[in-house]
């Protein structure tokens, strides 16, 4: 039987994307070939247990939320998470998929929604953009970007402008916290007319950077 090794698996609001507030199980998975310089899931690099397809179901199923996010790391690093996301959509779950971007995306489920970072600059790993992944993206997915500073945000406005992002998906502008204000991001969305949704973590509100949140 397939199985992946496994961070936690948590019952919580979702924090981000278009789906933020709606009670949410989160599956995340160990492991991720990246290293971004605002990472807040380090403990999520090495830590886990393996579990086959069907125990993650079964722990899934404790929960009454019909919401389900499968996150890492990077959960694309491991190959039979296309087979969960598939088995999570047949048992009738709402899916999203939260990746870094720099892994294809072109095989996972039609039936999930793809949350896909572009990485920036600031976070030290623009280079493992992957950015044929756009040719899949539709807009029942979201692209976002995760803002250092203003060098960030101008580099993002430069990538959405050229790439004409907004016709593909809806798009997400997101400030590291503790390092750009979300006051003065929304400002500059606001003076040059961004076609973007600005969000803060709202997990991080409300319980700040615990893990299983």
């Known amino acids: 039987m397939p199985s992946l090794r496994i961070n936690e698996i948590f019952h919580s609001l979702q924090g981000e994307t278009k789906r933020m507030g ?4 989160f599956v995340r998975l160990t492991g991720c070939p990246l290293r ?3 990472c807040d899931t380090e403990y999520a690099f090495h830590d886990g247990k393996s579990m086959e397809i069907a125990e993650i179901l079964r722990e899934v199923g ?3 939320a019909r919401c389900v996010t499968v996150t890492g790391g990077e959960p694309l690093a491991q190959k039979q998470c296309l087979m969960l996301l598939e088995a999570l959509c047949d048992k009738g779950y709402s899916v999203s ?3 870094g971007g720099a892994l294809d995306i072109s095989k996972i489920d039609e039936r999930v929604s793809r949350i896909v ?3 920036t600059p600031g976070s030290m790993e623009e280079e493992k953009n992957l950015w044929s992944n756009l040719d899949w993206m539709n807009d029942r997915d979201e692209i ?3 803002l250092m500073d203003r060098a960030d945000y101008e580099w993002a406005k430069s ?3 050229e790439r004409k992002l907004s016709s593909i998906s809806p798009v997400l502008f997101s400030p590291v916290q503790g390092k750009l204000s979300p006051k003065d991001l929304a400002e500059w969305i606001l003076d040059d007319g961004l076609d973007v949704r600005m969000q ?3 997990h991080k509100l409300l319980w700040g950077n615990e893990p299983g949140h």
């Open 200 to 202: 803060v973590q709202l």
């Open 117 to 119: 970072d572009i990485k």
């Open 159 to 161: 990538v959405l402008e």
């Open 144 to 146: 976002k970007f995760v």
């Open 97 to 99: 998929i939260e990746t």
């Open 62 to 64: 404790k929960y009454p």
């Open 22 to 25: 709606l009670p949410t199980v």
């Open 36 to 38: 971004c310089s605002y």
